[in-house]
C-alpha cells in the first residue's frame, strides 16, 4: 500500500513537470530523493502527521538531457474525523460532578467506592462515552479521586460525595416487636403457679414471645418490682 502511494504522488509531480515543461518530444523523469509516509490523523493525535516527498526532474531530448534542483512536496494527513481522545476526556472531566450515593448499612468502604464508580461510570455518556475513569477514596481528604484517560489522554477530578448509609434493618424489626410486647396481655397469675420469681419471668417472657412472633428477636423481662 505505501509502494502505491509513492507511485501515485511520483505520477502526481510528473504529471505537473510535464504541463509546465509542455512539449510531448521531452522525456519527463522524476528522481526520487526521499520520501516521508504521511501518517493519518487518529484520536490521539487528529491532525496526523504530514508527509513529504523530495525530488529532481530530469528532462530529456536526443542526447541531451539537463536535471533540476532539488524541490519538495508536502503529503498533507488525512486528519481524524472523530472526538480526540483529549476532548473526550474533557467532556468527561466536565460531566463528573457531586453526587449522592446510597449503600446498603455496615458498607464497608470498599463498597462506597464502588457506588461511587458506578454513579461516575454513568455520567460518561456523548463525548465523554469510552473514556475509563477509575475511582479511588482520598483518605486525607475524604473526597473520591478519579483518574480519567482515553488513549494517551489523561486528567483527573476530585468529587465530594453523599454517601447515605441504609438504616440497620434491625431497627423496625426491634420497633415492631416493642410494639407488640406492649400490646400483649399478660395474664394474671395464682398465687399457687407463682412459685418463683423466675416462673414468673418465664410466663411473662412466653407472652411477649408469643405475641412478637419472631424468633430472631431476644426478649429480656425487666423486673421493677416483686
Known amino acids: 500500500a505505501i509502494c502505491g502511494i509513492e507511485d ?8 505537473i513537470a510535464e504541463t509546465a515543461v509542455n512539449n510531448a518530444s521531452v522525456t519527463v523523469a522524476i528522481n526520487k ?8 490523523g487518529d484520536a490521539d493525535n487528529p491532525s496526523g502527521t504530514n508527509g513529504s516527498y523530495e525530488f ?29 481522545n483529549a476532548d473526550a476526556v474533557a467532556a468527561a472531566k466536565t460531566a463528573l460532578v457531586d453526587g449522592t450515593v446510597n449503600v446498603a448499612y455496615g458498607a464497608t468502604q470498599d463498597d462506597k467506592t464502588a457506588a461511587v464508580q458506578s454513579y461516575v461510570n ?18 486525607g ?3 473520591y479521586d478519579v483518574a480519567l484517560s482515553k488513549g494517551s489522554a489523561a486528567d483527573s477530578k476530585s468529587l465530594t460525595m453523599t454517601v447515605t448509609e441504609a438504616p440497620d434493618p434491625d431497627i423496625a424489626i426491634v420497633d415492631t416487636a416493642k410494639s407488640a410486647a406492649e400490646g400483649a396481655s399478660y395474664s394474671n397469675m395464682t398465687q399457687e403457679s407463682a412459685t418463683s420469681e423466675s416462673i414468673i419471668i418465664m410466663a411473662l417472657r412466653s ?10 428477636v431476644t426478649i429480656t423481662i425487666n423486673k421493677l418490682s416483686y
Open 122 to 139: 454513568a455520567l460518561l455518556t456523548g463525548d465523554a462515552a469510552g473514556v475509563q475513569a477509575i475511582v479511588t477514596y482520598n483518605s
Open 56 to 84: 529532481t526532474v530530469t528532462v530529456s531530448k536526443g542526447a541531451q538531457s539537463r536535471t533540476t534542483g532539488q524541490k519538495s512536496i508536502s503529503i498533507i494527513a488525512t486528519p481524524f474525523s472523530g472526538i480526540p
Open 141 to 143: 481528604t475524604g473526597k
Open 33 to 40: 530523493v526521499s520520501y516521508n509516509v504521511p501518517t493519518a
Open 8 to 15: 501515485a504522488v511520483r505520477d502526481y509531480v510528473k504529471s
Open 207 to 216: 407472652t411477649a414471645e408469643t405475641a412478637i412472633g419472631n424468633g430472631s
